[in-house]
């Protein structure tokens, strides 16, 4: 079975800086999506930013992007100029065919 | 365009109880999911339909848990009899067999309280 691994339960930072949340995964197929997906408090699950395995070149989505190392199945989640609106739990969810499978996440608490 | 759709939105129920869930999916959306996700930890699948039949029920507790997608739109997912354990949130989520990338959308969650 697949397994995600995020090794940062809880982080934090201050308004305005940056900061990158870890995840490494495990895959034995060739072709797939990974996925960030941000939990706010008492709010629903929202999409951050997915990357396509095939390609190298690392997404990104305004404050958001990735550092994708297929090799090394590691696929990380930076975000600058961070805001108190993106406290939240982080989830990484590589692709299983048509699953997800989701990493146990990350709290993330941004500090005024 | 309108979201997942999930109710009740909060329930409280005695063990041995049953309860159930209901979802409505994003229109057109021919894959849905049902996930549990107990407090501080990621959703864990239960059940993916698509359209009006079971993909993979694999860790869906099937003495006690059942689901069912008629029609192929509407879910619904029932517990009976209720553990303590089973205090949690269900999310459902949907997502499109258009899209390569089967990005799943989800609902508000239901959060299950067993006493």
């Known amino acids: 079975a697949q397994t995600v691994t995020q090794s940062q339960p809880e982080m934090s930072v201050q308004e305005a800086e940056t900061v990158t949340l870890s995840c490494t995964y495990d895959?034995?197929?060739?072709?797939?999506?990974l996925f960030w997906y941000k939990q706010p408090p008492s709010r629903q699950m929202i999409l951050v930013i997915r990357?396509?395995?095939?390609?190298?070149q690392n997404a990104t989505e305004n404050r958001f992007s990735v550092n994708f190392q297929k090799a090394a199945k590691s696929f990380s989640l930076k975000i600058s100029d961070s805001q108190l609106g993106d406290t939240a739990m982080y989830f990484c969810?590589?692709?299983?065919?048509?699953?997800?499978?989701f990493g146990p996440g990350t709290r993330l608490s941004v500090l005024p | 365009e309108a979201g997942v759709a999930q109710s009740p939105r909060y329930k409280i129920i005695e063990k041995r109880q049953s309860v159930a869930f209901w979802c409505n999916p994003i229109s057109g959306h021919a894959t849905l999911y049902w996930y549990q996700q107990i407090l501080g930890q990621g959703p864990k699948l239960l059940i993916q339909?698509?359209?009006?039949?079971?993909?993979?029920d694999s860790q869906l507790p099937k003495d006690r848990f059942s689901a069912e997608r008629l029609k192929g739109v509407d879910s619904t997912l029932k517990i009976q009899p209720a553990k303590l354990e089973d205090s949690a949130v269900y999310l459902c989520a949907s997502s499109s067999t258009s899209a390569s990338s089967y990005e799943q959308y989800f609902g508000p969650g239901t959060r299950l309280t067993v006493t």
């Open positions: 969810a590589p692709q299983s065919g048509q699953n997800f499978v």
């Open positions: 895959t034995s197929e060739s072709n797939y999506y």
């Open positions: 990357q396509e395995a095939y390609k190298q």
């Open positions: 339909f698509q359209n009006n039949g079971v993909v993979d």
